[in-house]
């Protein structure tokens, strides 16, 4: 197929097999628009070999849902982890006769012509239109300090690491408060390390609210829905770490306080590597506590809402949780090679597009796009976070997104048919 495939043009490229690259396919072949979609391993891969053995989504199964595909399973209030996030993946690809061209990796999309030609390293196509279906998630963002970190202390990233026995023995700084890092702090002081956890600026949530999943909450409310055109500061918003959530059978809250009754010890934001010496910022307290203030009115959010919905016979009384323990004087320094020989960032990924071989970057490397129409015409972009909606990075986001960008598509291809027609003539 992926022979066949490259010695004629399509319509469309779409770029990556994961949830917004079915979502597409799916929305094309409705439309009966000639495709194909190109993944650089099977479907979902990113979900086989880029995630740790016991993730789980952060968001229950019965919001897990793309056009035309439903979880169906009998738990529909649990969370599924890595391996069945793909496995559903290559359902819906199956369900859905998405033409995936598999093991194929982009190496370059240039123009060519009135459209573009994509390179590929089993061949080239040509193609009138270009979807990044590749995610936010391309490569770890790893700050530049992990430059000055002594040799002799391993590091790691969330997309390598595995489990607690690939670290050497020893203490781990695990860098980052969100999901990931809190999840992967715990996981590691059980395995019987020593763990540091430098917090910066986090979003405390917890798992269930009035006796009902958060998410729940978020989705009823509207606060998913929320178009980015009502957003005050899109540029802060888009840069909020994830909430502070684990999928787990018990449906637990998982935040500072946990981590830390489990014995892992918070520091502040890692400010510095000096020498041999990690230096964390003083000011933990102050980020503990306007997280704590943020999750407050959250909750008054949702009860406000609740109340004006008359649901307050329906769901548990209204409650609040307990503020953010600190320490009286957080540490500030820590040595690295000695008390600390592993190091785990967890902060966060960023999407990756260097084989765009086109004008449509910002200064600091952003790629320039208006609610997922590129700054280039017949190029689009999905599942970046905060695209269209809050929830535009969600896999149930993908299909709102995918229907007015795919409409905005077939506009495109209408265009430049008259186009090619005219000159014809």
């Given at each position: 197929?992926?022979?066949?495939?490259?010695?004629?043009?399509?319509?469309?490229?779409?770029?990556?097999?994961?949830?917004?690259?079915?979502?597409?396919?799916?929305?094309?072949?409705?439309?009966?628009?000639?495709?194909?979609?190109?993944e650089r391993g099977e479907v979902g891969h990113a979900w086989r070999a880029e995630r740790w053995d016991s993730l789980?989504?952060?968001?229950?199964?019965?919001?897990?849902?793309?056009?035309?595909?439903?979880?169906?399973?009998?738990?529909?209030?649990?969370?599924?982890?890595?391996?069945?996030?793909?496995?559903?993946?290559?359902?819906?690809?199956?369900?859905?006769?998405?033409?995936?061209?598999?093991?194929?990796?982009?190496?370059?999309?240039?123009?060519?012509?009135?459209?573009?030609?994509?390179?590929?390293?089993?061949?080239?196509?040509?193609?009138?239109?270009?979807?990044?279906?590749?995610?936010?998630?391309?490569?770890?963002?790893?700050?530049?300090?992990?430059?000055?970190?002594?040799?002799?202390?391993?590091?790691?990233?969330?997309?390598?690491?595995?489990?607690?026995?690939?670290?050497?023995?020893?203490?781990?700084?695990?860098?980052?408060?969100?999901?990931?890092?809190?999840?992967?702090?715990?996981?590691?002081?059980?395995?019987?390390?020593?763990?540091?956890?430098?917090?910066?600026?986090?979003?405390?949530?917890?798992?269930?609210?009035?006796?009902?999943?958060?998410?729940?909450?978020?989705?009823?409310?509207?606060?998913?829905?929320?178009?980015?055109?009502?957003?005050?500061?899109?540029?802060?918003?888009?840069?909020?770490?994830?909430?502070?959530?684990?999928?787990?059978?018990?449906?637990?809250?998982?935040?500072?306080?946990?981590?830390?009754?489990?014995?892992?010890?918070?520091?502040?934001?890692?400010?510095?590597?000096?020498?041999?010496?990690?230096?964390?910022?003083?000011?933990?307290?102050?980020?503990?506590?306007?997280?704590?203030?943020?999750?407050?009115?959250?909750?008054?959010?949702?009860?406000?809402?609740?109340?004006?919905?008359?649901?307050d016979g329906e769901v548990a009384p209204p409650q609040r949780f307990a503020p953010t323990r600190v320490a009286a004087?957080?540490?500030?320094?820590?040595?690295?090679?000695?008390?600390?020989?592993?190091?785990?960032?967890?902060?966060?990924?960023?999407?990756?597009?260097?084989?765009?071989?086109?004008?449509?970057?910002?200064?600091?490397?952003?790629?320039?796009?208006?609610?997922?129409?590129?700054?280039?015409?017949?190029?689009?972009?999905?599942?970046?976070?905060?695209?269209?909606?809050?929830?535009?990075?969600?896999?149930?986001?993908?299909?709102?997104?995918?229907?007015?960008?795919?409409?905005?598509?077939?506009?495109?291809?209408?265009?430049?048919?008259?186009?090619?027609a005219r000159v014809l003539c």
């Amino acid at each position: 197929m992926i022979r066949e495939a490259m010695r004629r043009a399509v319509d469309v490229v779409v770029v990556g097999g994961g949830a917004f690259g079915l979502a597409m396919s799916h929305a094309l072949t409705q439309r009966a628009i000639d495709h194909v979609v190109i993944e650089r391993g099977e479907v979902g891969h990113a979900w086989r070999a880029e995630r740790w053995d016991s993730l789980r989504l952060l968001t229950p199964n019965w919001m897990c849902r793309l056009p035309g595909h439903a979880y169906d399973g009998c738990d529909p209030d649990g969370y599924m982890g890595a391996a069945d996030v793909a496995g559903f993946l290559a359902g819906y690809a199956v369900r859905a006769r998405a033409p995936v061209l598999p093991h194929t990796t982009v190496q370059r999309v240039m123009p060519s012509g009135d459209g573009y030609l994509v390179r590929t390293d089993q061949g080239d196509l040509r193609c009138r239109a270009v979807v990044l279906a590749s995610g936010a998630c391309s490569r770890p963002a790893v700050p530049r300090l992990a430059d000055d970190v002594p040799r002799s202390v391993a590091q790691w990233t969330a997309r390598d690491y595995r489990r607690p026995a690939q670290l050497a023995p020893g203490g781990v700084l695990v860098v980052g408060a969100s999901a990931t890092g809190l999840q992967l702090a715990l996981e590691i002081q059980r395995s019987g390390r020593r763990v540091l956890l430098a917090a910066g600026e986090h979003v405390r949530m917890p798992r269930l609210y009035r006796g009902r999943d958060v998410q729940w909450w978020l989705l009823a409310s509207g606060v998913l829905d929320q178009r980015i055109e009502s957003i005050d500061d899109l540029r802060r918003a888009r840069g909020l770490p994830s909430p502070q959530l684990v999928g787990s059978d018990a449906r637990e809250t998982l935040d500072l306080g946990v981590v830390q009754r489990h014995g892992v010890e918070v520091c502040g934001r890692l400010a510095g590597v000096r020498g041999s010496r990690a230096l964390f910022s003083g000011s933990l307290r102050n980020v503990c506590a306007l997280a704590d203030l943020k999750m407050g009115r959250m909750l008054d959010g949702f009860d406000a809402w609740a109340t004006g919905q008359g649901l307050d016979g329906e769901v548990a009384p209204p409650q609040r949780f307990a503020p953010t323990r600190v320490a009286a004087s957080p540490r500030l320094a820590a040595e690295l090679g000695t008390e600390l020989h592993s190091i785990v960032w967890a902060t966060g990924y960023r999407p990756h597009f260097g084989w765009l071989d086109l004008p449509v970057f910002d200064r600091s490397g952003g790629l320039r796009h208006d609610r997922g129409i590129v700054d280039a015409p017949g190029i689009y972009v999905l599942g970046l976070p905060l695209l269209r909606r809050r929830k535009s990075s969600f896999i149930h986001g993908a299909e709102d997104d995918v229907h007015e960008i795919a409409a905005h598509l077939v506009g495109h291809l209408d265009r430049t048919a008259r186009t090619d027609a005219r000159v014809l003539c």
